[in-house]
């Protein structure tokens, strides 16, 4: 037996009726007119705009894409899977993948015993620095967010002025801090922390200095990225959490960091990609075998032209390594989106 | 002098790295038939389990690399064939051909009007007021396009859509660049100051009747040191290429950020003169000697021989004459020039070098090019460059003395100068065979990966 649905009525719900009580059902015919006043003007708009407009404006972007990530990845594909001139010992680049090569991926991985070494040192290096740039950039941009009030967009600008200086120029900056009569030294001894008969040779191949320039290159990337995330966590959310009875600690772990759990990964991520093919800073900072990375591998195959090939195969791996936690982070991501929706 | 050359050079300062060119594959010692014809050869080696590492601290003979051979061939990438460029060499020179379709430009020809002469040069090699110099004298303009490895200045010569007139090769890759037409053979009336030039280039042998080049900058490689921090002089050292290994200096020893210049260091701490060396065994055990010196001293890699003897950030570099004949103008306030010490045998039996210019036949002002080679050559010209670059030009009246008058040079330095005699004497790092080239390239990357 069909059961009648209740029939609308036109008077208001009562505000008076306790939450226990049963709401009267709400008018339905404003909210029917109101679909149709939205329909009548998507109507009108979809009247003067083709169905692809709105399609349309991802084209820059995928241009933007194709023409600087694409091409140039079917560029660096090619020149690992290509020849070389007979005459020259020059990559030559081949289009047709039906007529790639995987030599230089072959060579690669038989020469693993001596790329395994400075991989394994990145994955540390980079560990290390990935975490202790976390432990410094949270609880900065957590003050920005939560505590700098009026100053907020100060503050936000000193924390990214660093990007106003080229990376190159702060780390000749480190060199001279950090050199044998360097004010780093200088400051050890003042503070007798070293004996100045023996100072310190920072830039001689430490793992250390390789860490610290590391994580002052990228941690303004990661403030950034916490700072936006922290910033959208909803104030009344964490009003809640207190009124509830949860003390600020515990307001903060079991609230501000589980919503901010995708932050972290989001600034984890952005800074963790260039930390792993970075050699520049290596480079300049330590440039003794015990350090090099497998940054310095790749540009020392770029460095000799019969070699290019191999260290375009070696950044081909090593960006299908890094898929791994790209893959992770956007299946988290949507689940995380699944989750709020 | 305003400023340096090395200033804006790349910071791993590769200028001299060499790109050797395809080439005679046989003559490799230990290798018995020549099995051992590529770079795959050796890598090869490392599928049968033992650790590179212990395969080149073993430098198993000639057996071991026979069944290398084997494994080879399915490396090889397209184009991977070898195709025979003499190599030059003292007892080899060599005389490059000049092809019907890329000849000389005739004589008598007047200079490009309304030109711009396109140089294609290392970073800051030359001195600007040379340039002036010369477009001031022939009416032009000229423009310096630069590049900081070889093997990227051929590849965009390759492409043949640029047209640069002159280019400053290095010696080892001008054959591939002459088979490859892409240097024009020069008409020697454009440059009658080649008489000034040292007897020595008028005929070397790595380009018979100078057809292709005239020379550029020479320099020795030796080792710099502080005198006041390290306790021992190279000059009263039983073998002054062993300093470098002495644990007493941990952390403050560097050594050239180039695999010929440091393999060839393992090499002469050995006593091996051999620079163009084929022997596997000769590279192994260079190797293993660097594997020696990181396990003593952690050595450093780098090209800042200039910069880091003066300020005492290294205290023995591995360094190149040129670079330490600058290094004066480096020095922190208050500490004397006096204290840099450069170290290179007495007897001449070292290494020892020189860059070329040429020109090329993509470009479009072929006489002003070689106006420009000749100009290069004149003496004042030449020295008003080296007070700019550092670096000697082969050109009489290039002296010690002179460079010293004109305080281009602290007499402390002296024994940065090179001499005509050091090209008798001296030892060249030359084009290598592919698979010996290959067999420095692998000892170098291993060595240079930290194992």
Request: proline fraction near 7%; include cysteine; glycine fraction near 8%.
């Amino acid at each position: 037996m069909a059961v009648a649905p209740p029939a609308p009525t036109l008077s208001p719900p009562s505000r008076s009726a306790g939450a226990g009580a049963a709401a009267p059902q709400p008018s339905r015919k404003p909210a029917f007119r109101a679909r149709m006043r939205a329909r009548s003007a998507e109507d009108r708009i979809q009247s003067w705009r083709p169905r692809w407009f709105w399609a349309s404006l991802a084209v820059p972007g995928a241009i933007w894409l194709l023409v600087f990530f694409v091409l140039p990845f079917y560029v660096v594909l090619s020149v690992a899977a290509g020849a070389l001139d007979p005459i020259f010992q020059t990559p030559i680049p081949v289009w047709n993948p039906f007529q790639w090569s995987g030599a230089s991926f072959a060579n690669l991985f038989r020469e693993a015993s001596f790329l395994w070494p400075p991989f394994e040192r990145t994955i540390v290096y980079t560990a290390i620095a990935s975490a202790l740039s976390l432990a410094i950039a949270y609880p900065v941009a957590y003050f920005v967010t939560r505590y700098a009030g009026k100053r907020k967009t100060l503050y936000l600008l000193l924390l990214i002025s660093p990007f106003w200086v080229s990376y190159m120029m702060r780390m000749l900056a480190w060199i001279d801090l950090l050199q044998v009569g360097g004010y780093v030294n200088k400051v050890l001894e003042w503070l007798h922390l070293m004996n100045s008969k023996n100072p310190e040779g920072w830039l001689s191949g430490h793992a250390s200095t390789v860490v610290l320039g590391l994580i002052y290159g990228y941690i303004p990337y990661l403030i950034i990225v916490l700072y936006a995330g922290l910033d959208r966590i909803d104030g009344r959310l964490l009003e809640a959490s207190r009124d509830l009875g949860l003390g600020r600690w515990r307001t903060f772990w079991r609230v501000t960091v589980p919503l901010s759990r995708q932050t972290i990964l989001a600034g984890m991520f952005i800074t963790v990609l260039p930390m792993v093919g970075d050699y520049f800073t290596n480079q300049l900072l330590s440039a003794t075998p015990r350090t090099t990375m497998i940054g310095n591998v790749i540009e020392g195959q770029l460095d000799i032209a019969n070699l290019q090939g191999d260290g375009a195969a070696a950044s081909m791996v090593l960006l299908a390594l890094l898929l791994i936690p790209m893959i992770y982070y956007v299946r988290s991501t949507a689940r995380a989106s699944r989750e709020n929706v | 002098m305003t400023s340096h050359p090395r200033e804006g050079w790349s910071q791993r300062g590769a200028r001299r790295r060499p790109l050797r060119s395809a080439g005679d594959v046989d003559g490799i010692a230990g290798a018995g038939t020549g099995s051992f014809g590529s770079r795959n050869a050796a890598l090869g080696t490392r599928s049968s389990g033992m650790s590179r590492r212990d395969f080149m601290r073993m430098a198993a003979g000639g057996a071991a690399l026979a069944g290398v051979g084997g494994l080879l061939g399915g490396c090889q990438r397209p184009g991977d064939a070898d195709i025979t460029i003499p190599l030059p060499r003292k007892n080899n020179p060599v005389r490059w051909p000049v092809f019907d379709d890329n000849e000389p430009i005739k004589s008598g020809l007047a200079p490009e009007t309304g030109a711009t002469l396109q140089i294609y040069n290392w970073v800051a090699y030359i001195n600007q007021a040379c340039i002036d110099g010369f477009c001031k004298k022939y009416k032009c303009k000229a423009q310096v396009t630069t590049f900081n490895t070889m093997s990227e200045a051929i590849a965009k010569i390759q492409t043949g859509e640029l047209a640069f007139d002159v280019f400053f090769p290095t010696i080892d890759v001008l054959g591939p660049l002459v088979e490859g037409k892409l240097l024009r053979p020069l008409n020697h009336s454009y440059i009658p100051n080649i008489h000034q030039a040292w007897p020595d280039f008028l005929n070397p042998f790595y380009d018979l009747g100078w057809q292709y080049t005239v020379p550029y900058t020479i320099y020795t490689t030796g080792i710099s040191w502080r005198k006041d921090l390290v306790d021992e002089d190279p000059y009263t050292m039983a073998n002054p290429w062993a300093m470098p290994w002495n644990a007493k200096y941990r952390g403050k020893v560097a050594i050239l950020d180039d695999y010929r210049e440091a393999i060839c260091l393992g090499l002469m701490k050995q006593g091996i003169f051999d620079l163009n060396t084929t022997d596997v065994h000769q590279i192994n055990s260079s190797y293993n000697q660097l594997l020696e010196l990181t396990d003593l001293v952690d050595v450093l890699i780098d090209n800042n021989d200039y910069t880091e003897i003066p300020s005492g950030q290294t205290w023995i570099h591995h360094a190149w004459s040129g670079d330490m004949a600058a290094a004066w103008e480096y020095m922190p306030s208050g500490v004397p020039v006096d204290v840099i010490g450069y170290w290179f045998p007495v007897d001449g039996r070292g290494p020892v070098a020189n860059d070329a210019i040429s020109v090329l036949k993509s470009g479009s002002n072929p006489v002003l090019a070689h106006l420009f080679l000749d100009y290069m050559l004149d003496l004042q010209n030449a020295l008003t460059n080296i007070g700019f670059n550092g670096y000697m030009q082969p050109i009489e009246g290039v002296t010690a003395e002179t460079l010293i008058d004109l305080k281009y040079l602290p007499k402390s330095l002296t024994s940065t100068v090179v001499l005509p005699s050091n090209f008798r004497t001296g030892v060249e790092e030359l084009q290598l065979p592919n698979a010996a080239n290959d067999a420095w390239e692998l000892a170098w990357q291993q060595f240079g990966g930290g194992l």
